[in-house]
């Protein structure tokens, strides 16, 4: 008998729309706070390089010399401590999950040279 | 009696999905001893401790189990407080122990749905995980992770939630609320349920006191021992807070301990939902703890006590970071549980302690 118990809920989910989606055909809409990627605006990007020191994993790579900010997607964690720590607030969570690919890559972002009085500000 | 024979269970085994290795000495159909082994997922995470500096630890912390993930970025984080003295903003420490709670629903509704699948009720699996899943989208929507959730910083929270967030929390546990009613009624007055769970993988109280048992596991047997009552945080602005107690210290019991532990949690967040402060999430925290200095804390997690205890040396890399999780106090008890019992409850009884070996290796 102890069997039938669930009945009610299990018949009423023949009624219900179903709790699970059809992926990939439907795709669940991300958040607007879901932590999916790092993005930077390197408009106002300064290369201070705090997000470098304050990331846990090791992902970040701020070259001043060459003028390059690099993050390694592979092996970012998504914490979002480079964003909170970001002086210039160029740092970004993009909601988006961060693309599967077959082979391991750096995304190399070339910063262009801030005018004096756009760094100072 | 038959001979004696070791029977080998695990770390790779149906029931669980945690590498726990049990040898099983069975006379018959009985289980007359049981060698728990572990060790096959040490991943040395204290040692890092070495490596990060004490900001950086924490998003180490929360990767030692994926179920307790927050319960120790929040033991973590407070261990570090007590060492430097950071004083939290009230907001902080709502916020804190609503995700914490959040959590523990969270934990108890994978368990039972575990625990059901285990005795063949697959039916109630799926729904409980169904429920479960809707405790990940409000972490989702909230902190922006689903299971690691790294909200958690020394000094604070990361992010707010705001009225509107919160009353569509508030919501959606009154939605699971009553769909969970259902499923707690099934699970504690089922006959099947009861035939595998009434009387089996006994403890008495005085052995749950002389094994050091903790958590729901030394509730069921009537220990009246719950860090939450301590009232530390915001748990020491709820009106009122009992541990939920059983004295049959069965696998019905512990069944029925977490199926209330979780209304309990929805009690307390509505509650903290309701006299939430205002004001800051989160103080700067600057400097590095002093040479020498030490703290220790505790925590409930899901599973029980979890003893935290760090050191400084002077720099912003701590000495030592030490953590006891329930689980490795639970071992004993439940060796101790598994002798006596029929070979077929073996996996009952091991469920319904609900280990978590990644926790105890760390």
Request: aromatic content about 6%; glycine content about 8%.
């Amino acid at each position: 008998m102890g069997s039938f118990r669930l009945g009610g809920m299990t018949l009423g989910s023949l009624f219900k729309k179903p709790e699970t989606l059809l992926y990939p055909l439907e795709e669940k809409p991300a958040p607007a706070g879901l932590k999916g990627h790092i993005v930077n605006d390197v408009d106002r990007c300064i290369l201070c390089g705090i997000c470098a020191r304050v990331c846990p994993a090791g992902a970040l790579a701020v070259d001043k010399k060459a003028r390059t900010w690099a993050i390694d997607p592979f092996r970012c964690v998504q914490c979002a401590s480079c964003v909170a720590a970001c002086p210039k607030d160029c740092l970004s969570m993009d909601p988006s999950a961060t693309p599967v690919a077959a082979k391991r890559f750096e995304v190399v972002r070339e910063v262009p040279e801030q005018p004096k009085e756009a760094a100072a500000a | 009696m038959g001979k004696a024979t070791v029977i080998p269970f695990g770390p790779q085994h149906p029931v669980l999905p945690e590498p726990l290795h049990l040898d099983l000495v069975v006379e018959d159909e009985t289980v007359v001893d049981c060698m728990p082994q572990i060790g096959f997922v040490h991943r040395g995470l204290e040692k890092l401790v070495e490596t990060r500096d004490y900001n950086q630890f924490i998003y180490i912390a929360e990767r030692i189990c994926g179920i307790c993930a927050m319960g120790h970025s929040l033991g973590y984080a407070e261990t570090v407080e007590e060492l430097m003295g950071v004083e939290v903003p009230k907001r902080a420490e709502y916020l804190r122990v609503i995700w914490h709670e959040l959590s523990r629903i969270h934990s108890h509704l994978l368990w039972l749905g575990l625990a059901a699948d285990a005795f063949g009720f697959e039916s109630m699996f799926m729904h409980c995980w169904r429920l479960r899943e809707r405790i990940l989208d409000i972490f989702e929507k909230t902190t922006g992770g689903r299971v690691i959730l790294s909200v958690v910083k020394v000094g604070g929270v990361a992010r707010d939630i705001d009225a509107g967030q919160m009353s569509e929390i508030l919501a959606t546990l009154e939605g699971i609320k009553s769909d969970y009613g259902a499923l707690m009624r099934t699970l504690l007055t089922d006959s099947s349920i009861k035939n595998r769970t009434v009387g089996v993988g006994a403890i008495g109280y005085d052995d749950a006191v002389a094994l050091s048992m903790v958590g729901p596991f030394a509730r069921a047997s009537a220990v009246n021992y719950d860090v939450r009552s301590f009232g530390r945080g915001a748990y020491g602005d709820l009106a009122d807070f009992q541990p939920i107690l059983d004295n049959q210290g069965d696998c019905y019991a512990r069944v029925k301990v977490r199926c209330l532990e979780v209304l309990q949690s929805i009690d307390i967040i509505a509650e903290l939902a309701a006299k939430m402060p205002a004001g800051d999430i989160a103080v700067p925290v600057k400097g590095s703890p002093a040479d020498g200095a030490q703290a220790s804390n505790v925590l409930e997690q899901p599973r029980g006590e979890c003893y935290y205890y760090a050191r400084g040396n002077g720099t912003k890399h701590l000495d030592r970071m030490r953590m006891r999780t329930p689980t490795s106090q639970n071992l004993a008890g439940m060796a101790t549980a598994l002798k006596g019992c029929d070979l077929a409850d073996v996996n009952m009884i091991i469920l319904t302690i609900d280990p978590c070996i990644s926790c105890t290796e760390r």
